[in-house]
């Protein structure tokens, strides 16, 4: 398991082709949700690109992940320096949820809600269409929202790419075959 993680912190897979993960951050709530749609804190854990605030507006998300973490570790053969998808807002409710479409299959599903001083972040990614993908992606998730936390507690974060690398293999053994 990681530093930053406990067995809870962990992507379940609780129905086919989808993944659902919780953090508790925190707050104000507000704050978060600043994390999530605002370009220049989104690319501090996830990815940048500008954001319209409406239902079905499109925006791209730029991953640069060897900038989220100094040193960022060893970047996996096969990974560019920077990787660019399309998505489109599907769920709109600020600052309590965020929905959007994964490029061209899949969707993300984001719901805050105040806990005491903090807010749980809680992201269902569906329609993942295989092991693989799952493997990548619950990896990646939890990559990207365990720097979220360290960005907003003031840990210092793990190199990037080494605890994606890392977590991937322990998703491997969690995920059914």
């Known amino acids: 398991m990681t530093d930053l993680a406990t067995r809870d912190a962990y992507a379940t897979h609780a129905e086919p082709a989808t993944l659902t993960l919780e953090r508790v951050l ?4 507000e704050e978060v949700w600043a994390y999530l749609v605002k370009s220049e804190l989104r690319r501090q854990w996830l990815a940048a690109g500008d954001m319209d605030l ?7 998300l730029v991953w640069r992940n060897d900038e ?31 929905g959007f479409t994964w490029g061209r299959s899949g ?12 807010v749980r ?17 619950g990896a990646g998730w939890h990559a990207h929202l365990d720097l979220l ?16 690398a890392r977590l991937k293999g322990e998703y491997d053994k969690l995920l059914p075959g």
């Open 26 to 29: 925190p707050g104000p709530i």
């Open 54 to 60: 409406r239902m079905g507006a499109t925006f791209e």
């Open 121 to 137: 972040l809680t992201l269902v990614h569906r329609r993942l269409p295989d092991r693989g993908v799952m493997l990548m992606v």
């Open 149 to 164: 936390v360290a960005r907003r507690t003031g840990a210092p974060p793990a190199p990037h790419w080494d605890h994606w």
């Open 68 to 98: 989220l973490t100094d040193p960022p570790g060893t970047r996996p053969e096969g990974f560019g320096e920077e990787h660019r998808m399309e998505c489109t807002i599907t769920e709109l409710d600020p600052p309590y949820r965020l």
């Open 107 to 118: 969707g993300v599903s984001i719901a805050l809600a105040r806990e005491g001083k903090d």
